[in-house]
């Protein structure tokens, strides 16, 4: 060993989440539309999962064109332009690409000065990795503006016959900018608690690999996703709220202290049983973008802070707690300030 320190940069920082933007599809389809197919009722829908209608993107509305949107609306929220953006992370299971990443495209297309761009695939967790990783980057130096994308067109990926997935899984996308905080009494994102569960591996998954659906005795279609509801529902349902509670401990703060509760929109009883379990005041205000929006994994939190921005259910400033779980089954959640 010669003595040499390699230079490292130790100035503490904190992040915070600086804008928010979503994109919804155009096109909404009602329980109506597709209960037939699945020998269910609107009744059942509502009364099961919360959803009364849907967002199924057109072929326009391509992962990248609407996370594109998603981050143009988040760098305006944010007073960011393109140039200052050092990194473009995009949290996907349905860019139907292995290469190259939306990522690499969509920090092309929205003019970043050759910014550094990758996926992650972490499911309806995916937007709170994502934002776990800016923070850290931006905590550490190594960039300054992060772009973090949520984005699914869940719709190419669903058997439309398929009882247990086709009312559910929905398309958008959502955005959030991260930067760095003006010191560390400032900081808007808290630790991250994340995991994975991997013995529930097969609980969400895609049925096929890309082999088996191109080449299969039944000849080539789409791979589809399948789902085994009740258990994940039991997961969800009891797991997760003890992995939020930890995500307050983590930041130090308690369920008194929080302004919005925003979990990953996978069934409105699923958010209801987790806020009876984390006993929230009734002043806090829960998302429930699920209602006309459906499940769009990645794309939900993000989606459903912006529309709580809009009608005026969350303010900028407010605490929130954020918490994401799905296939892997993989788990993460942080508190945040909304920006
Ligand atoms: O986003 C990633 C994570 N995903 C989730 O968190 C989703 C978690 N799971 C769920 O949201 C729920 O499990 C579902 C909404 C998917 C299903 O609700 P459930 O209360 O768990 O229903 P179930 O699967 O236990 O089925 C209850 C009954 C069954 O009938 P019997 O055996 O009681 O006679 C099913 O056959 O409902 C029947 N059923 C349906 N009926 C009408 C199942 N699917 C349908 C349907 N329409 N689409």
Redesign the pocket.
Known sequence: MNGVTIQVDREPRASRVLGIGGYRPSRSVTNAEI?DR????DE??RT??GIESRRWANDEETVVAMSLAAARKALADAGVQPEQVDCVIVSTVTHLFQTPSAAAEIAHKLGTNRAAAFDVSA??AGFCYGLSLASDMVRAGTARHVVVIGVERLSDLTDKTD???????ADGAGAAVVGPAADLGEAGIGPVVWGSDGEHLDL?RQKEDWRDALFGEAGPSMPHLV??????????SYEMAKVAQEALTAAGVTVEDLDVFVP????M??TDAMSRQLKLPERVAVARDIATQG?T?AA?IPLAIERMLETGEAQSGDLALIIG???G?VYAGQVIRIP
């Open positions: 209960v699945i020998d269910s009722s059942w829908i099961r999962s499911a309806c009882r247990s997935t086709a009312f559910l899984f969400i789902m085994e509801g009740n258990p994940v529902f039991r997961w969800a990953h929109q996978a069934n009883r699923i499940n994994s939900s779980f799905g296939a089954l």
